[in-house]
């Protein structure tokens, strides 16, 4: 399986130069924690639950850059919040929301980004069908991250986890999946149109 340039190299290609790819990556993942701090900020009512639209954001930069520079860029995103700044949901920041109960979603954002990332490098983010089963394999790793720390880090217990922590956000994720699995591919479209 080859490897392929995801959508943001094709849109903005790097130069080859080391201080202009630099430059280049940085920009794009300062960019990147900044859509993820305000996806986190918008909240969506569902019947249960407030749903953000943070884990699309997740997964469409885990898709857009790469699996290295969506890596790199949750990791900051974890960093930044780590350092006070109010990027998580909530809006909250500091170490708190890294050690209570969202530990685990928000590890799985970094994980979900890393496995979107390298899938969209094997062409998978070229099709709505297989873009669409990358973001539900990340959104799964996400889910079952946040409900494993729910069970056993925090000690809700298996059932109460799942009820809490997996079930309330599946439709969301389908949601979030369907529409991720339109945008990309269709950036791909605009980039040849633009090319040819």
């Known amino acids: 399986m080859s490897v392929q340039s995801p959508i943001a ?5 790097s130069s080859g130069k080391p201080a202009a790819a630099l430059w280049r990556a940085a920009i794009l993942a300062v960019a990147g924690v900044v859509l993820l701090a305000l996806s986190a900020k918008v909240n969506l009512p ?4 407030p749903m953000t639209l943070q ?19 949750l990791v900051l995103y974890l960093i930044v919040g780590a350092c006070g700044l109010p990027v ?77 922590g997996v079930t309330p956000f599946l439709v969301g994720a389908l949601l979030k999946n369907a529409i991720g699995a339109l945008l990309i591919p269709l950036a791909y479209g605009a980039a040849g149109r633009r090319n040819n």
């Not at 569902?46 to 639950?49: C, E, M, Q, S, T």
């Not at 884990?55 to 860029?73: D, Q």
């Not at 954002?109 to 394999?137: H, N, Y």
């Open 88 to 164: 998580f949901a909530g809006p909250a920041g500091g170490l708190k929301p890294l050690f209570g109960a969202t530990a685990g979603f928000l590890f799985g954002f970094v994980v979900a980004a890393f496995i979107t990332g390298w899938l969209a490098e094997r062409g998978w983010d070229r099709s709505v069908g297989w873009l669409f089963i990358a973001m539900a394999i990340g959104h799964f790793v996400i889910l079952a991250m946040g409900w494993a720390w729910l069970a056993f880090g925090v000690g809700l217990g298996i059932g109460k986890a799942l009820i809490v």
């Open 9 to 13: 190299a094709v849109l903005w290609p």
């Open 46 to 49: 569902l019947p249960f639950v």
């Open 55 to 73: 884990t699309l954001v997740v997964l469409m930069v885990g898709a857009a850059y790469g699996w290295r520079l969506g890596t790199a860029t």
